[in-house]
């Protein structure tokens, strides 16, 4: 399957944000819905009002299970109330929640003959546990968005632009 964000113009807010989503395509490639526009730079709109970031979610398992029951229901909870304000302010593009690390498998191809393992790349503490893709006007606004994430609490939220397909130079 094959998802896209479709193209956005400037003012296009939509009510209802993409899921992104990983799919396989007929030859195999991995295709990652909402694709940042070609043109070597960040992932910026059409009239050049705003920025797409990945706000990237981290987790430790260790810090999670220590919590209280009532507190991790308040953490699980405030992605509601973050999504409805980020969707009503025209910023949400996206979002996902990520499997257990138990569940990845890593591919490595050697002498043109791919491998799958199971598990995650490298041991660690945390974890990639899940994201948003968010389009706004600046750096620092991405940095406001991320502090109201309750993760950003605990064990940080990393905010990141996303670049265009040929923006390897950032």
């Known amino acids: 399957r094959r998802l896209v964000d479709p193209p956005r113009c400037a003012g296009d807010r939509r009510s209802e944000p993409e899921r992104l989503d990983i799919g396989r395509s007929r030859a195999g490639d991995v295709e990652i819905a909402a694709t940042a526009p070609t043109g070597g730079r ?5 009239e050049e009002t ?3 970031y990945l706000l990237i979610i ?3 398992p260790a810090l999670m299970e220590s919590l209280p029951a009532a507190e991790l229901d308040a953490i699980i909870g405030a992605h509601g109330p973050f999504q409805e304000a980020t969707r009503a302010s025209g910023e949400l593009v996206g979002f996902a929640a990520l499997a257990d690390p138990a569940a990845s498998r890593v591919v490595r191809v050697d002498g043109g003959v791919p491998a799958v393992t199971d598990g995650p790349f490298i041991e660690a503490k945390e974890h990639l546990a ?6 706004c006007e600046s750096d620092e606004r991405a940095y406001e968005l991320a502090a109201q994430m309750p993760e950003a609490r605990y064990a940080g939220v990393e905010v990141r632009p996303l670049m265009a397909e040929a923006g390897l130079e950032m």
Do not use: Q
């Open 130 to 135: 899940g994201f948003y893709v968010v389009d």
């Open 42 to 46: 960040p992932a910026i709109d059409d």
């Open 58 to 60: 981290h987790n430790n």
């Open 50 to 52: 705003g920025m797409k």
